[in-house]
């Protein structure tokens, strides 16, 4: 069950709300290949103020329009993480037209025992949920 956040500026359309998200839903049940009801999302409307960011970061310039990613889910390893990241980055500038640089991410990993939903089952010997494939759990490409 991952849980993700999105922070970006007021004034962006529901569209490009939705889109971002769509994004990040889709990348997930790429490279995690999680259930489509999946999806637990937040996004934050900032005021313009409440985004403080440098205007460029090693040594790449970065906009005002720029969106933060926050993924909360269990520990992947690191490849997976970066096929994510990879994932995400395309889909978000292709379904928005924002630049790549624009696009900034963060994982928090917590252990399995950590998550709780009414309804879902969690396979005690691999800590993930039941409707995830075998192969899947084993490769360690689901949440």
């Known amino acids: ?77 690191p490849a997976q993480k970066a096929a994510l990241f990879e994932a995400i980055a395309d889909r978000v500038t292709s379904a928005t037209g924002m630049r790549r640089e624009d696009v900034l991410m963060t994982v928090l990993e917590t252990a399995a025992e950590n998550w709780w939903v009414q309804g879902r089952i969690i396979d005690p010997e691999t800590g993930f949920d039941t409707r995830m494939s075998p192969e899947a759990v084993r490769a360690g490409r689901v949440g």
Do not use: C
């Open 1 to 77: 069950m991952p849980f993700v956040e999105i922070y970006l500026r007021k004034g962006k359309t529901p569209g490009f709300r939705k889109a971002v998200s769509a994004a990040v839903h889709e990348s997930m049940r790429e490279v995690f290949q999680i259930p489509e009801d999946d999806l637990f999302h937040v996004v934050h409307d900032m005021e313009p103020d409440d985004i403080l960011q440098a205007p460029t970061f090693a040594g790449v310039e970065r906009s005002v329009d720029s969106v933060f990613i926050r993924m909360t889910f269990n520990h992947r390893p």
